[in-house]
């Protein structure tokens, strides 16, 4: 612990006893001076901090090996206005920034952490108050030293400050390095919020994108069924089918009535969820269209990236900040063990007169120091740090747990990826050999090789496979947007 007391130097040419006149004129002053040297001297006992060990590998699982050190911008520095090319998305993202509630709880957390930072931080200063005022009092004439009754009164104006405390030790400087780090974290979780709301912004508009596409296949299947279903009922009544391929062709029919009706109900809920997210109704004219189209506006990441870029992101930096508010606690609460130095002090006049509290010899001046020396607290003080310390603790393991959890995001992000080429690949060739069955199947039947049964299967694996595509095409654009949001883009 280091102190230092700094000397009131007095120049020649100043009078001694020009010098005794102003220090006994205006004590407070000096006291004020004295009080700034003592707390500019005061110690810190905050624990020296140290950032724990990320518990996970130096690098991510299916991650891209590189020669060279990755040199393409990493996630957290692009913007996301960059990221998503779609002009659409972009200003739905816009919309949803300006109007999100969960969002806007976020900003106003900060607000209320900024100000009760500012309250913590005034503790370091004296607060300094102007008071007036008046006592009148009565004594009977049996109480009296000249057996009259007679009323006494008294005015005074003073200035000063009550119950400042010294931090000699460091308590309160600890208490307001906490409610800083606070502050802080509450900053990083509104970037963690706002990553997050980019993120279902963007998958929310995608899986619209989706499900549009989907519903317009059910509509172009029921259309398609629709017109098999009557040439099928028209050679029922010529007598070229049976009844059983009728039923079989309304069998379909109803299929895909049926899907279309989920689909426009999906669709119309998936802008629900959108209209929730932005927080207002979204205009038409900013809906997407197919997905085929939305997948190429947004961007892939290289995935060659240590994991320690896992720290940059504001989850991570928040808890981060919570471990450093925690360990701040610790210094508070060893800081309680010694002595507490508060001071009361004022100056002013003082009169039994009102015209008389401003004439000349009306000074007066009040000086009350106050020490604190905790001797018996029945195991306050202790189990006071005991619970600061294990505090800390806590917040080791959540800082370790939040960087794991990261750490896994991106590991499942990374080997979804690893797969979803292929697989795109396998549906597209699934697709285009379900086609050629279909065109097979269709003229086998209408050569009286083959049942209606056989075309009505390869209907079916054709819709499905459709059906398919459109699902692993949605995977790898909201594959690419959770990278993205696990490597901590999406904040500026």
């Known amino acids: 612990m280091k102190t230092h007391a700094k000397a009131l130097l007095v120049p020649d040419s100043v009078p001694v006893s020009s010098v005794r006149r102003a220090r006994a004129a205006t004590p407070l002053r000096s006291l004020v001076v004295a009080l700034a040297a003592a707390t500019l001297g005061a110690c810190s006992m905050i624990p020296v901090f140290e950032r724990p060990a990320a518990p996970v590998p130096a690098t991510f699982p299916q991650a891209t090996p590189t020669a060279a050190p990755v040199v393409a911008p990493l996630a957290d520095t692009i913007a996301w206005r ?32 900024r100000a009760q930072y500012g309250i913590q931080q005034a503790d370091l200063f004296p607060s300094i108050a102007v008071s007036g005022g008046q006592s009148a009092q009565r004594v009977p004439g049996d109480l009296s030293m000249t057996g009259d009754s007679n009323v006494s009164r008294q005015y005074s104006a003073n200035l000063g400050f009550a119950s400042y405390e010294l931090d000699f030790f460091g308590r309160v400087r600890s208490l307001e390095e906490q409610a800083l780090q606070n502050y802080l974290a509450t900053e990083e979780a509104r970037r963690s919020a706002q990553i997050s709301l980019v993120a279902e912004v963007a998958n929310a508009w995608l899986r619209l994108a989706a499900d549009r596409e989907r519903l317009a296949l059910a509509h172009n299947t029921r259309q398609t069924r629709q017109a098999s279903f009557d040439l099928v009922r028209r050679s029922l009544e010529l007598g070229a089918v ?19 009706a989920r689909f426009e109900t999906v669709v119309a809920q998936d802008r629900n969820v959108l209209a929730q997210l932005v927080g207002g109704g979204v205009p038409d004219t900013l809906l997407p269209d197919g997905l085929e189209q939305a997948v190429a506006t947004v961007a892939e990441l290289p995935a060659g990236v240590p994991s320690e870029v896992l720290t940059r992101r504001p989850d991570i930096v928040q808890a981060e900040r919570a471990l450093l508010a925690a360990n701040a606690s610790i210094g508070a609460a060893r800081a309680a063990f010694f002595p507490r130095i508060t001071l009361t002090a004022t100056a002013g006049t003082a009169s039994s007169t009102l015209d008389g509290l401003f004439g000349g010899g009306s000074g007066a001046w009040s000086f009350v120091p106050q020490l604190r020396l905790p001797i018996f607290e029945a195991g306050r003080l202790q189990a006071s740090l005991d619970l600061a310390e294990i505090q800390r603790d806590i917040n080791v393991a959540q800082y370790e747990k939040a960087i794991q959890s990261a750490f896994r995001e991106v590991a499942d992000a990374l080997a979804e990826r690893a797969t979803v080429a292929e697989r795109i690949d396998a549906r597209r060739k699934q697709v285009a050999a379900t086609q050629n069955s279909l065109k097979l199947s269709d003229a086998r039947y209408r ?12 209907q079916r694996s054709l819709y499905a496979a459709e059906l398919e595509l459109i699902g692993v095409r949605l995977i790898e654009a909201t594959n690419r947007v959770e990278l993205y949001k696990a490597l901590g883009g999406g904040w500026q």
């Open 447 to 458: 050569g009286g090789v083959d049942s209606y049964l056989s075309l009505l299967d390869a």
């Open 242 to 260: 049976s009844a059983l391929d009728v039923h079989q062709a309304e069998t379909l029919l109803q299929s895909a009535r049926a899907d279309a």
């Open 82 to 113: 960059d990221y998503f090319a779609d002009q659409r998305l972009r200003e739905v993202i816009a919309l949803a920034l300006e109007n999100n509630r969960d969002l806007r709880v976020a900003a106003l957390n900060i607000e209320r952490a």
